[in-house]
């Protein structure tokens, strides 16, 4: 039996293959249908080349109008009245018993304009590149500890035993999780963002809604414990935090600590086997960043642009948005291939080729306005200090076979296993 995942080799990718659909819905079928899928970036380009603007099958993602160049996107991430849709909530993550879709109508990110600034507004002191600096030992300390723990060994798979690690010890550090609770955390973590997937079978919704339960009761008892006894972290200072005279309910509080742990550790996870695996494919570069450290905050851009770990974003259009020709109604749907846009030709010379010394003035990975990713100062220490980590105590570090796996997923990208060897 064939391990899960999507098979892929480390070989230079033909970008531009022969054989691919030329209808926009049949592309999109093909992304769905990992079977067909294979490479995801030759399939955006296509899309990107035969329908840059499109509206679909209500079958396939809502009849939504589908964007993936740059410039209309930037255009419709500026608008303030183009915002997260809380409908997606009960169109996409409706199942199970409820408890996991309970959690994920409370958090900010799909919350209405209103409700989701005011939480924002809260949450964003604790995420600025000043604050998250001092976060950046405890992660060269994971880091090197899990490289202790493998060094000896023959080989290990950099999505299981450091990918993961790297982020959701971090990101438990700074919500204050005591560190012999991480292991039942970890576990809730992993089974509640499986039910976050586009497909969800019985099995894994009905953990997913386990895990909602037990990280609800986990954060609110920790909520208790922290409004009597204060600490040097995240929980502590949103139970203290108001802006303009408001201050987070119990649930918002403990939604929100849910949604930060999971964008907090899933995302970079991936984030670095993107790069690991773009760095593999591309020897010349790996070598440049070997020997070439001071690099390594413009590779940090160039992997966030060339193969980001989030490739989905939906919005919803309040007002009604003229782009180009283009009349989108009040109430329209828009998905945004953030992967096709961050390779647009006209906005990025030869974009499907890694350039870890290319100028990236900007991107589109962590979305741009209202919803600009709010842990994005955190998603860059962890990538530097996992892969600087790695290159500086595992100089020749190498796939150990010639092949590895993709996550069968759509919205979040990132290999299923990496097993490499040094």
Not at 220 to 237: F, K, T, Y
Not at 259 to 272: C, F, I, K, R, S
């Amino acid at each position: 039996m064939k391990p899960p995942g999507i098979a892929a080799s480390f070989e230079p990718v033909d970008w531009n293959p022969s054989g691919l659909p030329d209808d926009p819905d049949e592309i999109l079928d093909w992304l769905i249908d990992g079977k067909k899928r294979g490479e995801y970036y030759p399939l955006l380009r296509k899309l990107r080349e035969v329908a840059p603007v499109y509206k679909n099958r209500p079958e396939l993602f809502h009849g939504a109008w589908m964007f993936t160049r740059f410039e209309e996107t930037d255009e419709i991430f500026r608008n303030q009245r183009v915002v997260n849709n809380p409908q997606v909530i009960e169109e996409a993550f409706t199942h199970g018993d409820g408890s996991f879709t309970g959690v994920m109508r409370d958090v900010m990110l799909w919350q209405e304009p209103e409700p989701h600034q005011r939480v924002r507004n809260l949450v964003k002191s604790a995420f600025t590149p000043r604050a998250i600096a001092r976060w950046q030992p405890i992660a060269e300390m994971v880091a090197n500890d899990l490289i202790d723990r493998f060094e000896g060994d023959d080989q290990a798979d950099l999505v299981k035993q450091y990918n993961y690690e790297i982020p959701f010890n971090v990101i438990a550090h700074i919500l204050g999780i005591p560190e012999e609770d991480f292991p039942k955390i970890r576990e809730f973590a992993w089974d509640f963002a499986r039910a976050g997937e586009k497909l969800v079978t019985p099995e894994v919704s009905k953990r997913g809604d386990e895990a909602a339960r037990g990280l609800v009761a986990y954060f609110e008892n920790l909520a208790e414990v922290r409004s009597g006894i204060p600490g040097d972290d995240l929980m502590s200072s949103l139970l203290a935090a108001e802006a303009d005279g408001a201050r987070l309910s119990r649930r918002e509080l403990v939604a929100n600590c849910i949604l930060l742990l999971q964008a907090g550790h899933e995302t970079t996870q991936d984030l670095l086997g993107n790069a690991q695996v773009a760095l593999f494919r591309n020897p010349d570069q790996l070598a440049m960043l070997r020997d070439n450290h001071e690099l390594m905050k413009n590779a940090v851009e160039e992997f966030l642009r060339y193969d980001a770990s989030v490739q989905i974003n939906h919005r919803v259009v309040l007002d009604g948005m003229t782009i180009g020709d283009i009349e989108i109604p009040v109430g329209g749907m828009i998905y945004i291939f953030l992967g096709a846009i961050n390779r647009d030709p006209s906005r990025y010379l030869d974009p499907d080729r890694l350039d870890i010394t290319r100028d990236v003035t900007s991107h589109l990975a962590f979305s741009f306005g209202a919803y600009y990713c709010i842990g994005a100062s955190l998603a860059r220490i962890e990538a530097a200090v996992g892969i600087g980590t790695l290159l500086d105590r595992l100089p020749d570090l190498r796939p150990a076979t010639g092949e590895f796996r993709w996550r069968d997923t759509l919205q979040l990208r990132g290999p299923q296993e990496l097993v490499v060897t040094w």
